[in-house]
Each structure stands twice: as structure tokens, then as C-alpha cells.
């Protein structure tokens, strides 16, 4: 079963342009991660956010959380071709390593 | 250091065929992760190792599929009676663990199984 959904399930964007990508969840949570994946290096973690933090910020990327909506959005900015990839969120609902992943958006950065 | 590593990297089964899939974690890793990942779809949870101990086995979509991580270590996901539903990408992760604290999970390149 997959807890988060993310929105939208595809995106293309011009190199350079921000990307901004959104997951919803059911259940209540103890965390939120977000991954990418490409072809050409895995499933990679990208930045990890507790239920009582609003925001965190790691190089370009910005990711919020709101739990009384369930929702997180993870910002992209100054888009580069290298950042093409399928982008997961994972929830965790507990405080042990278990991580409960979505079905992704596919993120396409055109030249 | 070296990361994940699982094997085979590729495998064709015949239906009805038994696979063994191989994760090795990075060293010192308490936690394991099994993930089944259909195509276009995310990875989707199996089962979960602190150390030997298998902690929860809630994902594993039949009796068909076992695994086990005797020494703490090496995992290893076993097929029996391979389907054509099992064809997917199967990906190992492996975490520190800390008391309270969720740790970041890092896989392995994942094994690509197809069921003829």
C-alpha cells in the first residue's frame, strides 16, 4: 500500500525555471522524506523533515510540511537538466525507520 | 565507503522458477529494507531487518516470498515459484539506527527481476 500521493505526476519546466512538487498524506506521521530517482544514480535520499518542523532548506531545495493538512511540497529552485528524475515522498509514522513511499512525480527539465 | 550492493543485477526466471536475491548493506547498518518496485510505480515496502531480527514482514505479498538476514548482515530474498506478477525491481536499503530517531535509508542499485 503507498500512504503519500504526489502531485502533480508529471512536470516539465524549462532549465532554470523553479519546480514545485506537492504530496498529500492519510495518517498521521512522524516524518517525511523526500527521494529521487534516476537512472543513472539509484533512489537517493534528498532531506528529511520531523512532524514538528514547518520547513528545512538543503542547497536548492526547499521542503514544507503542514500537518493539519497532511500536505508537504518540495521547492526546486534554478532548475538544471541534471535534476530530470522521478521525485518520492516517504512517510514515516513512527519513530523507527520504516518508511511508507508514494507513487511519484516525474520531473522533466527542458534545455 | 562502498554502499549497497545486491545481485544479481539482472535476472530472467522461468514461471515456476525459485530466486534468491542478494542485498549486501553498507557495514555497520543496523536496519534493512526489502522494496518491490513495479514499473512506473514507487518502491513498495516488504519487510524489515534490525539486525537478525526480521521486525516486520507485513509487505510481502505471499507465503512465497521469504527473507531472512542470519548474521545481521547479508539479506537475502527468496522467490519460490516465481509468478509473472513478480516480475519488478527489488531494492535493498540499509540504515543506522538510533533510539527514537528516524535515519536516512540508503540503497543499493536494486535487481531487476523478469518472470517469463
Known amino acids: 500500500s503507498q500512504q503519500g500521493e504526489e502531485d502533480p505526476q508529471a512536470l516539465s519546466i524549462q532549465e532554470g525555471e523553479n519546480a514545485t512538487m506537492n504530496c498529500s498524506y492519510k495518517?498521521?506521521?512522524?516524518?517525511l522524506q523526500w527521494y529521487r530517482q534516476n537512472s543513472g544514480r539509484g533512489l537517493v535520499h534528498l532531506i528529511l523533515?520531523?512532524?514538528?518542523?514547518r520547513e528545512k532548506h538543503s542547497g536548492r531545495l526547499r521542503v514544507t510540511l503542514d500537518t493539519s493538512k497532511k500536505s508537504s511540497s518540495l521547492l526546486i529552485t534554478a532548475s538544471r537538466a541534471a535534476d530530470t528524475a522521478s521525485y518520492f515522498c516517504?512517510?514515516?509514522?513512527?519513530?523507527?525507520?520504516?518508511?511508507?513511499f508514494g507513487k511519484g512525480t516525474r520531473l522533466h527539465i527542458l534545455p | 565507503g562502498a554502499g549497497v550492493s545486491q545481485s544479481p543485477r539482472y535476472k530472467v526466471a522461468k514461471r515456476g522458477q525459485d530466486v534468491a536475491l542478494r542485498c549486501d548493506p553498507i557495514?555497520?547498518?543496523?536496519?534493512l529494507f526489502w522494496y518491490q518496485q513495479a514499473l512506473g510505480q514507487g518502491p513498495e515496502f516488504l519487510t524489515y531487518?534490525?539486525?537478525?531480527?526480521?521486525?516486520?514482514k507485513s509487505g510481502l505479498p505471499s507465503d512465497r516470498f521469504f527473507a531472512e538476514r542470519p548474521e545481521g548482515s547479508v539479506s537475502t530474498l527468496k522467490i519460490q515459484r516465481t509468478q509473472q506478477e513478480d516480475s519488478a525491481v527489488y531494492l535493498c536499503?540499509?540504515?543506522?539506527?538510533?533510539?527514537?530517531?528516524?535515519?536516512?535509508?540508503?540503497f543499493g542499485p536494486g535487481t531487476r527481476l523478469l518472470v517469463l
Open positions: 557495514s555497520g547498518h543496523v536496519s
Open positions: 495518517t498521521s506521521i512522524n516524518n
Open positions: 536499503a540499509s540504515s543506522l539506527w538510533s533510539l527514537g530517531a528516524p535515519e536516512t535509508q540508503y
Open positions: 516517504a512517510t514515516g509514522e513512527n519513530r523507527d525507520d520504516k518508511i511508507i
Open positions: 523533515i520531523r512532524s514538528n518542523e
Open positions: 531487518f534490525q539486525n537478525e531480527a526480521q521486525l516486520d
